[in-house]
């Protein structure tokens, strides 16, 4: 909080200085009184580290790729990204049409200038235009170690321009590698990097991942974007002991210029936040996946290839998966839950019924679909989650971590004889949302060790949809609520009738109603939700005076 507070007065300082006219020196002496003041503050009452990544690369003028994707990625992942910038390009989506190099004396100036004081995780290369700027980064990182250096070994630009000659690849090899974690090449930089080795199938990118990791890097990425457009895109991940195959279906897209980066970057960040390495490729991975899916229809520009856009979160108010706001406990205001039985006696699709209930206020939905095949279940959930997708509304699957899984829904809803959040944490990773049905106090504790991120407290009132389920009625719910460390959303039997009492309880972390007959038992789904949601804002406006 007070670093927070103590960085907004440094920025709000400096540009009114500006605005006001004070000469550049004048701003600079305040900041540095800010900064002193920030010093004194911080170390009294905060000790919050931010996870933060140095990129050093070159600056892209489209702002597709480089710095500037570096700082965008980071800034999606939730992680501090200082630069140090190697090269300014002019380019755009038609391709490069100039470099000016940085002198070599000011990229090692910026370097000191940041790894000297700023407390750096991990350190990610991109544009490096001389042998003497890898020269000056591996005796800068001896100097100030970090806790991972991640090479995307950048040569050519995806316009197909160069942007470091050939000579780079005795500094790579010889200084930057050995100290890698990871080093991220494309096929055409992993043939480079191996003289020149044919690197076009699969099967060659294990070679050259295995031949790359006798180089020194602890890990080797070969991703194979560039494989014959009918394969999926695979990528090959070597740990040195371990191949991995990582695969994800190919989109059709021009929005492509800076995944590179990107991915690079993405990884950069999850180390930095204290991931795994394969957890970290696997987490930009999908990072990347979902911004080009969600970017694939913006026009930026006339040339062929044409940026992405990092930031689709703060856009489609997803709180999906990245970082510490991946869930919002507000989420829970209006639970939607689908019964397939109840859809099918009203007739309708269960992304239809998805669909009215979004339209009309749900706020996040959960597929609880009890009697269906695994395949249809699979291919609901895939509609039903390109629709909670374009409206930034989570969709969690009941009971079947797998189909979580196949799907990438944003999380799973279990309850207490299905299986232990602490596996299913596990099998899913940090980034999805596990909600747990509990019904005690000490259940709800569990769940919290568990690590889960919300608990289902109820049946509130008697209900005909989940078959001997104790009814706890309002003080259950309370007791539950009482001693839950996680936020807490009441179901069972509640709807237009009674959500109105469940919420004016008014218990801090008692954040919305689960409903699945309210909604769906209904022959206007839209309508049903609208009310539902008006009786939830009144309630909550009430509360609020
Ligand atoms: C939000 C929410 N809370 C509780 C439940 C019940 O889950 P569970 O106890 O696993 O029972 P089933 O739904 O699987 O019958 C829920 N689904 N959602
Ligand atoms: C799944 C579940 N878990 C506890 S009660 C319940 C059923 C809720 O359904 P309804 O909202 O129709 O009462
Ligand atoms: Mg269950």
Known sequence: MAYAQVLSGIYSISFSQVESGINHKKQTQVCMEMHKDKYSISSEHSTMKIPHVLSVAGSDSGAGAGIQADLKACAARGVYCSTVITAVTAQNTVGVQGVDIVSDDFVAKQLRSVLSDMQVDVVKTGMLPSVTVV???????????????????????????VLAG??????????????????????????????????????????????????????????????????????????????????SSRLKTHNTHGTGCTLASCIAAELAKGSSMLLAVKAAKCFIETALDYSKDIVIGNGPQGPFDHLLRLKRNIRKSYGQDR?????????????????????????????????????????????????????????????????????????????????????VHLG????????????????????????????????????????????????????????????????????SKLPVVAIGGIGISNAGPVMAMDMPNLK??????????????????????????????????
């Not at 591996?138 to 197909?160: C, I, K, Y």
């Not at 979004?358 to 989650?385: H, M, Y």
């Not at 009814?471 to 007791?479: A, E, P, R, V």
Request: glycine share 8%; hydrophobic share 40%; with cysteine.
């Open 416 to 483: 207490q004889s299905d299986m232990p959040a602490h596996v299913a944490r596990t099998l899913l990773g940090p980034e999805k949302i596990i909600g747990i049905s509990c019904k005690t106090p000490e259940q709800a504790q569990q769940a919290w060790t568990d690590g889960a991120d919300y608990i289902g407290c109820g049946g509130v009132y008697p209900t005909n949809t989940k078959a001997n389920n104790p009814t706890l009625g309002l003080d259950g719910l309370k007791s539950v609520c009482s001693s």
């Open 166 to 247: 050939p000579s780079i690849l005795t500094g790579f090899r010889e200084e930057l590698l050995p100290m890698a974690d990871i080093v991220t090449p494309n096929l055409k930089e992993a043939s480079a990097l191996l003289g020149g080795l044919k690197v076009e199938t699969i099967s060659d990118m294990r070679s050259a991942a295995k031949l790359l990791h006798d180089m020194g890097p602890r890990n080797v990425l070969v991703k194979g974007g560039d494989l014959p457009d009918s394969l999926d895109a695979v990528d090959i991940f070597f740990d040195g002991e371990d191949f991995y195959e990582l695969r």
């Open 327 to 411: 869930f919002n406990p507000n989420d829970l205001f209006l639970y939607a839950v689908t019964d397939s039985g109840m859809n099918r006696k009203w007739d309708r699709s269960i992304s239809d019924a998805v669909k009215a209930a979004i339209e009309g206020g749900a706020t996040i939905v959960q597929l609880r679909e009890k009697d269906i095949e695994t395949r249809d279940f699979l291919e609901a959930a895939k509609s039903c989650l390109e629709i909670c997708r374009h409206h930034g509304v989570p969709l969690l699957i009941n009971d079947r971590i797998d189909i979580a899984l196949a799907c990438d829904a944003d999380g």
């Open 512 to 545: 919305g109603v689960a409903v699945v007959s309210a909604l769906f038992d209904k022959e206007c789904v839209l309508t049903e939700t609208r009310k539902l949601h008006a009786v939830l804002v009144e309630t909550a406006a009430t509360i609020a005076k």
């Open 135 to 161: 020269n000056i980064l591996h005796q800068n990182l001896r100097e100030f170690p970090v806790r991972a250096l991640v090479v995307d070994p950048v040569m050519v630009s995806t316009s197909g321009d």
